[in-house]
């Protein structure tokens, strides 16, 4: 019997199997590309549960609290510091002394034995990120670190992404802002952009910022 | 333009020895050479033929610069075998996985490893990282910033004055104290090491009584029971103390107050080398026992009697840096170093003249020179002709060239005679010294600061053992058992199954469980020196508080608190010993605590420096003492004198245990993890030995074996053995079995050299690693040096085509033969660059040590290092020049007057403007930063070692295996945690110390002013930033900074006239310049090397 080898079907298979053959490699790739840029690759929507309940709700918003008041190292040193047991229970050996969130704190400091606090904003070993400099040139808090004012536990809201710092890195003068309100999680720049724009410039000629981009900047 | 001499290589020139490009002013230059008289006018570019021979060849170059540049015998004789080792770039089995893996074991690891990869990627969420805060964080520290503490470390009778980095409580760099009159800032290597073992996690931890741990309370009362009936009884008669030379005060008052409570007891000390011959000497020529202390930034002509002073503890540091400043033609003319010798040293590698000479000829040179100089060292000079005899022949122009020179530089010249050299020997040195009026001019005399160390001391404290007349022996020296002579008979009385060893106690604290403690009754683990409360003089008498970084990490005891025991007093911590005893020196201070923070926090005690002390020089008792000298017996014929050398790298030993050092390549044979028994070519030749070939070498009736390596420059019919190795100490698991032990040779009567040691061949090998072979750079001369007077006149052909090949400027306008445009600086804040003096670099190579605690370097061990796998960013190229020394080719090797010199140069990545590296990178791992420097960015690198490969500096390292990975928790305290700890794979190089340059910017830039440098840093005050290698380096031989400001030194530096850039023929730009080394020979004795410029 004559006929065609293959039925009339394989063709569709053949052209299905050479578009899947083309189209899997770049959606896995490109699934997976976009999964490590997504929020859930980033860490940013990962909750973290600390030895302690700290609500910085509490300290920033209703107290007022200047971040600098804990984290106090952050003008000086590369890292902000975590504060340690001595300067939480400065206050709470006053006040809500016997509070039952605070019994882990008073037992730490009591035993001598620090707290382990899960590290929420972890960059890669080979980053070597500096606070004071971007605290004493203008970059605020709540540039990096989103609202804390508003976080019953401390998440990470920005992706710290290497385009997103350079992204920063390229052009700082969006993200200035007077020193006076380096702390401040609700300080918003002009509305009008020009006006904006102008505040941008004249803080980074103040402050005498140089954003830099080579890679020993941050890797070294 | 004429190319064509370089640009068609020779037939059969593999393409990696492609040849450089000329640029048009290197035969613009040649042209110009024509004026003058030129033996070939016709040769346009002989430094071209003279490469594209060696290309061909794979020989030195020769003939081209005027001189022959090689890196060992075998290279220079164009052995085969040897040239198809180093032709390729890295040597056979470079690229090969790890030993002791079968291909298929291979295969299933692999397989394994790709299975487990496919499972951890299934997240990409990390583990999470706990941030552990301070329970309460101490006032001074803020996380995150290092601090500096002022200390310092004893050894050897000296305390060196440090300043030590710590972070987060844990100290993580050593570097000299500034202020400190002998260090000013410089570490030697041991300085550097000293942290390593600090950090050794096989140190000592248990305090035991034979086998049972103990507490140290139990050795309290113990101790207590002891001296309480000794006190009583006999006063100590039968306690002895074995210690290290004092030269702290607080253990001197301690000792004083042991001496009190049990003034029979008593106290003997040990070190391996010591200033007692010059001591001695002094006491005959002087009336009195004093130390010499040497000024060299005066001295126009040096004389060095097997005087290693540039290398030899303790003033080295000192010592270099004044010696150095007068090889630098700007800081006025030059001096004059000649050096009498046996093995090539450090300070012969610097030496303008050098003569080769046994250790037992030098009384007979120094007596010759004395006798020349004439004047009071005349009437010694006789006495000692009798006891040695003057080298003849060559070595006659020798002397009397050395004894006019320092003749006509009366007042400005000096003598120094070597620690191993006899008493008499140092009595013509100081007799020498008065006779040419040096005597407070180059020479002072200070009071001697620590007792006699010698071995007579030794012989006693034996005697006593063996006559039954000690119960307890204190031993607090390091390791007598092994460092001791052979037959000193400590070992012997200590071994167990000595009939008398039951009679006695044996106390023994150290760091190690090592030779000494295998046969003790008590061990008691010592604290560091960076874990316990201390003080110290250095040789001028200057005293640094030493104070702790951290507390003991391995149970260890201070040496204080130990010896406190034996007051029998209430306990008192070593902090409180060494306050109390300073409150006590404070009696007229009206507030002691400001006093005594200052005395901590700066680290030295002011005032402290000794002041000289008269003189008067008498012959008489000098001539008795070289009277009494008993000479060693000459070599007679089929033997030869045995040399006893400390090692450069590990010292006696005490170091062996510090990987840091043991991979350090020696500063002269560059040699790892080994030591050799050295002997000239010539001895080779004589023995029909190979390098390599284990010899036998008998003594006495004493024998070892030993592998040989042929020193150029080294001494005939002599061979030395270094000190240090063939460790079998039970716990120092990183020095064991490494080398021979030489000390199995050593005997009392002759610790340092004798004649009468026969060697003979035993037919095995032993496969010595060096790594002055590895990254051949295919013969093109890169480390320049000349004399004052070519240097002058600059008028050899030479000289000429060697600077317009190194100096040419590639980036001139109309200069076509770059393609990639040039990098604009304008907006730059720093231009970086650096520059290295080839004249004051000595090669000591405290550079390389400081750069890898700097920059948490790796160590591979021997079998990668034969690999060319080595992982030190900053190597130390050790090149032997001289031309006449083979040339009637290998079967005239032994040629008598093989003189050859020794150039040293540091090389780590230049910082090239057109970086080779950066074209090839197809991962852009090493970029180009706006400041010039070469940025190496580790997590881009995939290891395709295309970088190296194009590099033409061969300066990149590439981690073939995870050398990082098993590290203790203690190692992992050393890491400095502001460079990323490179993971298998990674490819890495010298940063310039990057991390440094941002720290500093980033302070600078939060206070809104720029980096202070030393020029604008003050009179007297450093610069905020250095590099590691920088701060470390003894001769300020190496400089940084930015090329911006033209009143730095380093942009002084590049403009200088010296300055050259290595293999800038290629195009690279280096940021990093080396100046020319400038020799400066006696014309007297210049005649003799006049063929070498002749062509």
Not at chain 1, 72 to 85: L, M
Not at chain 1, 123 to 143: E, Q, W
Not at chain 2, 464 to 478: E, Q
Request: glycine share 8%.
């Amino acid at each position: 019997m004559s006929g065609p080898l293959f039925p009339r079907w394989t063709n569709t298979v053949s052209r299905l199997s050479a578009a899947g053959l083309l189209a899997v490699p770049a959606i896995g790739i490109g699934g997976l590309m976009a999964y490590v840029r997504s929020p859930y690759g980033t860490n940013m929507q990962r909750p973290y549960e600390q030895p302690i309940e700290f609500d910085h709700r509490h300290h920033v918003r209703d107290e007022k609290i200047d971040c600098r008041f804990c984290h106090w190292s952050v003008e000086k040193s590369p890292s902000a510091g975590i504060p340690s047991t001595t300067v939480c229970m400065s206050c709470h050996a006053q006040i809500w002394n016997k509070s039952p969130y605070l019994t882990e704190v008073r037992k730490a400091f009591f035993a001598d034995q620090p707290i382990p606090w899960v590290r929420v904003h972890n960059l890669p070993d080979f980053v070597y990120f500096n606070h004071a400099i971007h605290v004493n040139k203008g970059v605020g808090c709540v540039t990096c670190h989103g609202r804390v004012d508003e976080m019953a536990a401390i998440e990470q809201q920005k992706p710290l992404t290497m385009g997103w710092c350079v992204e920063c890195h390229r052009n700082p003068t969006p993200h200035l802002r007077p020193l006076e309100y380096i702390t401040s999680m609700t300080w918003t720049p002009p509305a009008a952009p020009q006006e904006a724009q102008g505040l941008g410039e004249k803080l980074a000629k103040e402050y005498d910022v140089h954003s830099r981009t080579s890679c020993s900047t941050c890797h070294r | 333009m004429n190319t064509k001499n370089d640009s068609a290589p020779s037939p059969g020139t593999p393409s990696s020895f492609a040849l450089p490009v000329v640029p048009a002013q290197a035969a613009a230059a040649e042209e110009h050479g024509h004026g003058h008289d030129h033996a070939h006018p016709h040769e346009h570019d002989e430094v071209g033929a003279a490469l594209d021979h060696a290309a061909g060849a794979g020989v030195a170059t020769e003939g081209g610069y005027g001189k022959t540049y090689w890196r060992s015998l075998e290279e220079r004789l164009g052995k085969p075998e040897y040239m198809e080792t180093v032709g390729p770039e890295f040597p056979e089995g470079a690229d090969l996985p790890p030993t002791g893996f079968a291909r298929r074991e291979f295969m299933q690891l692999i397989g394994a490893s790709v299975a487990l990869a496919g499972a951890t990627a299934c997240t990409t969420r990390p583990s999470d990282e706990r941030m552990v805060a301070f329970t309460k964080t101490p006032p001074e520290l803020t996380p995150g910033n290092p601090l500096h503490y002022a200390s310092g470390m004893t050894f050897a009778g000296h305390t060196s004055g440090l300043l030590i980095t710590a972070r987060e409580g844990r100290p993580v760099k050593v570097e000299g104290n500034p202020q400190h009159p002998v260090n000013q800032g410089a570490a030697g290597i041991y300085e550097q090491a000293f942290l390593l073992s600090l950090y050794d996690p096989q140190r000592a931890r248990v305090l035991r009584q034979g086998k049972a741990p103990r507490s140290v309370r139990t050795l309290a009362e113990e101790i207590a029971g002891l001296v309480g009936k000794a006190s009583t009884g006999d006063g100590g008669a039968r306690i002895r103390f074995l210690t290290e030379p004092n030269n702290s005060p607080v253990m001197g008052h301690l000792r004083s107050r042991i001496q009190q409570k049990l003034p029979n007891a008593r106290f003997y000390s040990h070190a391996t080398l010591t200033q007692d011959p010059s001591h001695e000497a002094a006491q005959a020529v002087f009336g009195q026992a004093l130390t010499a202390q040497y000024d060299f930034s005066q001295a126009d002509v040096i004389l060095s009697l097997d005087a290693d002073f540039l290398e030899s503890r303790p003033a080295n540091l000192a010592y270099a840096r004044q010696f150095a400043h007068r090889r630098d033609p700007k800081m006025g003319s030059l001096n004059r170093l000649y050096v009498a010798e046996t093995r090539y040293s450090i300070t012969g590698g610097m030496a303008d003249h050098r003569l080769r000479v046994r250790s037992s000829d030098i009384l007979g040179v120094a007596a010759a020179v004395a006798q020349a100089v004439g004047g009071q060292a005349a009437g010694l000079a006789s006495a000692a002709a009798s006891k040695s005899a003057a080298p003849s022949g060559s070595a006659e122009k020798w002397i009397a060239a050395v004894a006019g020179d320092l003749r006509n530089a009366s007042g400005r010249c000096v003598v120094v005679a070597g620690e191993r050299q006899p008493a008499a020997v140092h009595a013509l040195a100081h007799a020498l010294n008065v006779a040419l009026g040096n005597v407070g001019k180059t020479v002072r005399y200070l009071p001697v600061a620590t007792e006699s160390t010698g071995l007579a001391g030794i012989r006693e404290l034996i005697a006593d053992i063996k006559g039954g007349k000690v119960d307890t022996l204190v031993i607090t020296a390091w390791n007598p058992v092994y460092s001791l002579p052979v037959d000193s008979g400590l070992a012997e009385l200590l071994d167990p199954k000595h009939p008398e060893r039951t009679k006695f106690t044996v106390l023994y604290t150290s760091l190690f469980e090592d030779e000494t403690s295998a046969l003790v009754d008590w061990f008691v683990p010592a604290a560091h020196q960076l874990e316990s409360w201390s003080d110290g003089r250095s040789f001028d008498g200057t005293v640094s508080i030493a104070q702790p970084l951290i507390q003991p990490l391995f149970n260890g005891v201070p040496e204080t608190e130990l010896l406190a025991l034996f007051l029998d007093e209430p306990f008192r911590p070593a902090y409180q010993i060494l306050r109390d005893f300073w409150r006590g020196q404070a009696a007229g201070v009206a507030d002691f605590e400001s006093h005594w923070e200052s005395l901590v926090s700066v680290g030295i005690v002011p005032g402290s420096t000794a002041a000289a002390v008269n003189v008067a020089a008498n012959t008489d008792g000098a001539t008795a003492l070289i009277n009494g000298y008993q000479a060693p017996k000459p070599a007679a014929t089929g033997q030869y004198e045995i040399n006893f050398v400390p090692d450069y790298k590990i010292y006696d030993g005490r170091f062996a245990n510090s990987s840091w050092l043991q991979e350090l390549p020696d500063p002269i044979t560059k040699l790892v993890w080994d030591n050799p028994l050295l002997i000239s070519p010539r001895t080779a030749e004589e023995l029909k030995v190979e390098r390599g070939d284990v010899l036998e070498v008998s003594y006495g009736n004493r024998k070892i074996q030993a592998p040989v390596w042929i020193m150029p420059g080294h001494a005939d019919g002599a061979a030395t053995l270094p000190l240090g190795y063939g460790r079998t100490g039970l716990h120092e698991t990183t020095a064991q079995g490494k080398g021979y032990n030489a000390n199995l040779l050593r005997t009392m009567n002759a610790p340092w050299f004798d004649g009468g040691a026969t060697l003979t061949k035993t037919g095995e090998t032993y496969k010595l690693i060096s790594t002055q072979q590895h990254w051949s750079t295919a013969g093109r001369p890169v480390a320049l040096d000349f004399t004052v007077e070519e240097w002058r006149t600059k008028a050899g052909h030479g000289i000429k085509s060697a600077l317009a090949r190194t100096r040419g400027d590639l980036d001139a306008p109309g200069n076509k033969l770059n393609l990639m445009p040039p990098f604009k600086y304008d907006e730059a804040e720093y231009k970086w660059g650096m520059a290295i003096d080839l004249a004051r670099c000595t090669g000591c190579a405290a550079c390389v040590v400081a750069c890898q605690a700097e920059n948490n370097i790796p160590v591979v061990g021997k079998d990668q290092v034969s690999r060319s796998r080595e992982m030190q960013w900053l190597r130390i190229d050790r090149y032997f020049t001289g031309a006449g020394i083979f040339e009637g080719g290998y079967e005239n090797r032994a040629s008598p007057d093989s003189e050859p010199q020794i150039v040293m140069q540091p090389v780590m990545c230049v910082h090239c403007e057109k970086a080779p590296c950066e074209y090839v990178c197809p991962v852009n791992a090493t970029v180009h930063s706006d400041e010039g420097l070469n940025d190496m960015v580790y997590n881009r690198c995939v290891g395709t070692r295309y970088c190296s490969n194009n590099c033409p500096y061969k300066v990149r390292r590439f981690n073939y295996l995870h050398y990082t990975q098993g590290k203790q928790p203690t190692e992992k305290m050393a890491m400095n945690p502001d460079v990323t700890v490179r993971n298998r794979g990674v490819m890495e190089k010298c940063t310039y110390c990057v991390q440094r340059i941002e720290r500093t910017r980033i302070n600078a830039r939060i206070e809104r002013r720029k980096i202070t440098f030393e020029q604008s840093a003050g009179e007297g005050k450093q610069g905020e930033l250095h590099t590691a290698c920088q701060q470390a380096c003894p001769t300020q031989a190496i400089t940084f900074g930015s090329l911006h400001d033209p009143e730095a030194r380093v942009t002084k530096l590049h403009n200088d006239e010296r300055h050259y850039k290595l293999l800038q023929e290629l195009g690279t730009q280096p940021r990093t310049v080396h100046l020319v080394r400038l020799r400066n020979p006696n014309p007297a004795l210049a005649a003799p090397k006049a063929s070498e410029g002749e062509h």
